[in-house]
Structure formats: structure tokens, C-alpha cells
């Protein structure tokens, strides 16, 4: 069966400093993979997503990149991390461009 | 631009006291309807996958189904292990360079109290 895992599940980090959050998915193969952002008490927000290693598309412009450097890898980077950047990251995986996103536990970030 | 609404916002119920909860969507083109469950500090949950209008689609207590405007979550005899936020999607049509993106509405807000 296929599993999705995130780390860290929580990270205070102070304005300006660098992010690395990660997620990895086992069990499939050549995934389309999603970053969402959840603020509180409101729904997802699509970040980046990816078809293939190396391929990155961005759906809001912001202070966020993604990269995929394996198959079943994906992970998203800031260089300097802003207030506004708070929020509960959660990324997904789905067999195909169609159908059902299953999502991992989440990383909630806390910037101060 | 398609878009998602969720209501209401939150619904408290006792044990045992049925109710529904409603997803309005507009979108070109529909190629799929999405229900998850979320937890408090989780991830979102699967649940169903609704294509065409008519179909539905049940689990336990929960039935879903799907009109060419909207859906229905129903909950019937709900447990306070009910209890979450649950979350609408809707997905258009892939092709060029769509990729199927979701579109998630804000969720309605569940408590059951024993």
C-alpha cells in the first residue's frame, strides 16, 4: 500500500532564517506531486505541483520554491522566511494528472 | 475560474440526530467531486469520489451525492467520533496544460455531542 511522509511535523523558525520542509511517498511510482498551504480556519491553497523529477509548476507567486530531485521526493524551500509564510503545509500525492490527492500529516509552521 | 461553497460553516448535532451538509460548485466542465475528512492538526482524509450527476456514494454513516450544482454529504446517526471538518472538492477537466487541479471549498465544521 502507498504511504505519504512528511518531516518535520512541527518547526518554529525565526523571520529571515531558511526553510526545508520534505515529503516522500512510497509504495508508487512516478507520482504527481502537490504542495498545499492551509491557513487557520480556512481551506487549501494550492502551492506548487509536479508531474515528474524535475518538473515544477508554480500556482501562486510568493516567497516559496519546490524542487523534486527524486522520483518520490518532493520538497518545498524558502531562503528567507516572512511572517506572512505561518501556516499548516501539507503535500499530496495522485497516480495520475486526474483523480483523488491523498495527503500527508502535515508540517505546521510557526514563524516568529 | 471555478469555485467551491461550503455550508454552513459549522453544525453542531446531538448523537443520533441526522443531518446533511452542502458543496455548491461551479466549474467547466466537471470531472470529479471530492469529499475528505480532516482531522485537527491532520491531513486531509479521502473519503468519496462523485463523477457524474446521480451517482452516489456511501461509507458507514456517511452518503454522498451529487446534483449537476451541487452535493450532499449525509450524515445519518452521526457518533461524536463524527466529529471534523469536512471538505469539498471539485476537479475540471484535464487536457493541455490543465493538470486536473482541485479546488477546495472551507469546509464545514462538524461536532457531535454524545
Known amino acids: 500500500s502507498q504511504t505519504i511522509h512528511q518531516w518535520p511535523a512541527t518547526l518554529v523558525q525565526p523571520v529571515g532564517s531558511p526553510l526545508s520542509l520534505e515529503c516522500t511517498v512510497e509504495?508508487?511510482?512516478?507520482?504527481?506531486l502537490y504542495w498545499y498551504r492551509q491557513a487557520a480556519g480556512r481551506g487549501l491553497q494550492l502551492l506548487f505541483y509536479?508531474?515528474?523529477?524535475?518538473?515544477i509548476s508554480s500556482e501562486v507567486p510568493q516567497n516559496l520554491s519546490a524542487s523534486r530531485p527524486q522520483d518520490r521526493q518532493f520538497i518545498l524551500s524558502s531562503k528567507k522566511l516572512l511572517l506572512s509564510d505561518s501556516g499548516f503545509y501539507l503535500c499530496a500525492w495522485s497516480v495520475i494528472a486526474g483523480g483523488a490527492q491523498y495527503f500527508g500529516p502535515g508540517t505546521r509552521l510557526l514563524v516568529l | 475560474e471555478d469555485q467551491v461553497t461550503q455550508s454552513p460553516e459549522a453544525l453542531r448535532l446531538q448523537e443520533g440526530e441526522s443531518s446533511s451538509l452542502n458543496c455548491s460548485y461551479t466549474v467547466s466542465g466537471l470531472r470529479g467531486l471530492f469529499w475528505y475528512r480532516q482531522d485537527p492538526g491532520k491531513g486531509p482524509e479521502f473519503l468519496f469520489t462523485?463523477?457524474?450527476a446521480g451517482e452516489e456514494k456511501e461509507k458507514e454513516r456517511l452518503k454522498a451525492t451529487l446534483t449537476k450544482k451541487e452535493s450532499f454529504l449525509h450524515i445519518t446517526a452521526p457518533k461524536p467520533e463524527d466529529s471534523a471538518t469536512y471538505l469539498c472538492?471539485?476537479?475540471?477537466?484535464?487536457?493541455?496544460?490543465?493538470?486536473?487541479?482541485?479546488?477546495f471549498g472551507q469546509g464545514t465544521i462538524l461536532t457531535v455531542h454524545p
Open positions: 509536479s508531474v515528474g523529477i524535475g518538473q
Open positions: 462523485l463523477y457524474s
Open positions: 509504495g508508487t511510482s512516478n507520482p504527481n
Open positions: 472538492a471539485v476537479q475540471g477537466p484535464a487536457g493541455g496544460t490543465s493538470y486536473g487541479k482541485l479546488t
